[in-house]
């Protein structure tokens, strides 16, 4: 059913039983709450274009043109901005914020994806109901249609996951009700509500999708699990992986898939489904475009490259390596011509707060105290915890977020002795170093220096998948501002481009 059928069916059904014919905020679908949002975001972008069109937000430089654009403003994206000192806030909320207010799993504790995605979408926190509803409409939507499933299966096992997983999304355009109503010729103005719906079958359809990308990969004839109608979307993924009863690799993932689904919209992925959505290809084709620009090694397969250096170095000093080893091993990476991956970030100046995120989840976490491989990214990183025991401090910190104190947060860090009340993030080691190299704007470790870990740790040891499940995450951001893309009314991309002949003719005018 399309949205305009399926919001129609709804508010009668709705206004036949409430006199007022209004709905409370909190029971709202997210169909309903888009509805309202889009014309206020409609008038606000007509209001700036109208008394700002001509401000301006920075000059180009001849730098700026041959570097990549790093650091330009020239894109609009609505979900997210990645401030350099402070990271990444997600419609104004930070991270510690969202782990306070998003709704997590039933029984569990970290945020889910489908909490992420309704703020993504609507700039609001979704009520538990909400989210629930958003959770069994993305289970109901979420199996694959048959040709689909003998595409996958069709694929030789040696072809890389994240090729598998690119041409099973464009192979969904065969079900995209966007290039339908726009063969039809649709008013423009509907536009998004197609966008949306495409957005939101691709979501619920990821996880069944890479689950049997890896399955069919990794343990071809092993049944795949079914899509349980009351769990969410993350823990059906891991059912489908076959690691059900890892209840630490869902949590984990959980987090990870909501830490992951956007980060503004200058990196390749998401700049390239906006992009190619800027044509008016369909959420399908264009996200599928984006998972090939994240199937690049210098955005995706990040976290694989530190593991695999991690795995390295803790093979050549040992588990229990000591500071200096660590040190030595360092200085032999970066003299050998090597960086050390998982450290510095294109964009961020001071610690990733994502990196923050999986680190405490790591301290919450009692089978992760005595994993080899996280405590090893521990020392590289030099980070140290300490939490003091003045019963207030403690108070303020368990009330911020509630589910440590189920963790047993006192046995899951150091004991305090010095009623310090407070974490403190020192830098010893791999950040000492890169500073005293002085070729790294910011030393300080980035997220993938430990997801790929975490996941190592778990029991999912083929790296060449890593980068899949990022797939899954990101497309909460990047198919948002799509939606987005078409209800503003955002035109097809097309900078300019010049020649460096071009270019000197320009600087030996000025």
Not at 46 to 66: P, R, T
Not at 119 to 129: D, I, M, R, W
Not at 266 to 290: C, E, K, Q, R
Request: proline share 5%; glycine share 8%; with cysteine.
């Amino acid at each position: 059913m399309s949205f305009l059928a399926s919001s129609v069916s709804r508010s009668a059904r709705y206004l036949s039983r409430t006199p007022t014919g209004v709905r409370n905020a909190s029971t709202k679908s997210l169909r309903e709450t888009l509805a309202e949002i889009v014309p206020q975001k409609q008038a606000q972008l007509k209001e700036l274009k109208a008394k700002h069109g001509e401000a301006s937000l920075g000059e180009i430089k001849v730098e700026n043109l041959i570097g990549g654009m790093r650091g330009l403003k020239v894109m609009l994206w609505e979900g997210s901005v990645l401030d350099p000192n402070e990271g990444i806030r997600f419609h104004g909320h930070s991270i510690p914020d969202c782990q306070k207010v998003l709704t997590p799993a039933k029984g569990g504790n970290e945020i889910i994806a489908e909490s992420m995605l309704w703020l993504l979408l609507t700039g609001k926190v979704p009520t538990e109901a909400q989210t629930r509803e958003l959770s069994q409409e993305l289970a109901t939507n979420g199996n694959l249609p048959q040709y689909i499933e003998k595409l996958i299966d069709s694929f030789p096992r040696t072809l890389h996951p994240m090729t598998q997983l690119g041409m099973s999304v464009a192979a969904l355009n065969h079900e995209s009700k966007f290039a339908a109503a726009y063969e039809k010729g649709v008013k423009k103005t509907e536009y998004w509500t197609y966008a949306l719906e495409d957005s939101l079958s691709l979501i619920a359809k990821l996880p069944a999708l890479a689950a049997r990308i890896y399955r069919n990969t990794y343990y071809p004839g092993k049944d795949i699990a079914p899509i349980k109608a009351d769990q969410d979307l993350v823990g059906n993924y891991v059912d489908m992986l076959g690691y059900g009863d890892n209840e630490g690799m869902k949590e984990y993932l959980r987090l990870y898939i909501a830490l992951h689904g956007d980060h503004e919209g200058g990196n390749v992925s998401a700049h390239t489904a906006h992009l190619v959505g800027s044509a008016l290809s369909d959420p399908f084709l264009s996200y599928s475009a984006s998972l090939f620009g994240l199937a690049g090694p210098l955005h995706g397969l990040a976290n694989q490259e530190v593991l695999r250096w991690m795995l390295a170095m803790q093979e050549a000093i040992g588990p229990d390596g000591t500071h200096d080893q660590i040190k030595e091993y360092l200085w032999k990476t970066l003299k050998g011509g090597q960086v050390i991956p998982g450290y510095g970030h294109g964009v961020l100046r001071d610690p990733d707060p994502r990196f923050t995120a999986l680190q405490n989840f790591c301290d919450v976490r009692p089978e992760l105290k005595n994993s080899p491989i996280i405590q090893l990214v521990k020392k590289a990183s030099g980070i140290h915890e300490t939490l003091g025991c003045d019963l207030s401090s403690r108070e303020q910190i368990i009330a911020a977020q509630p589910h440590l104190k189920e963790l047993h947060l006192a046995n899951c860090i150091s004991p305090p002795l010095d009623f310090s009340a407070s974490f403190s993030f020192t830098s010893e080691v791999a950040p000492g170093v890169l500073r005293e190299h002085g070729k790294t704007k910011n030393p300080n470790p980035n997220v993938d220096a430990t997801s790929g870990c975490l996941l190592y740790h778990y029991g999912l040891t083929e790296f060449k998948y890593y980068t899949v499940i990022f797939g899954v995450s990101r497309a909460l951001g990047a198919l948002t501002q799509l939606v987005w893309d078409r209800a503003l009314g955002l035109p097809i991309e097309r900078p300019k481009s010049l020649s460096m002949d071009a270019i000197e003719k320009i600087v030996n005018k000025s």
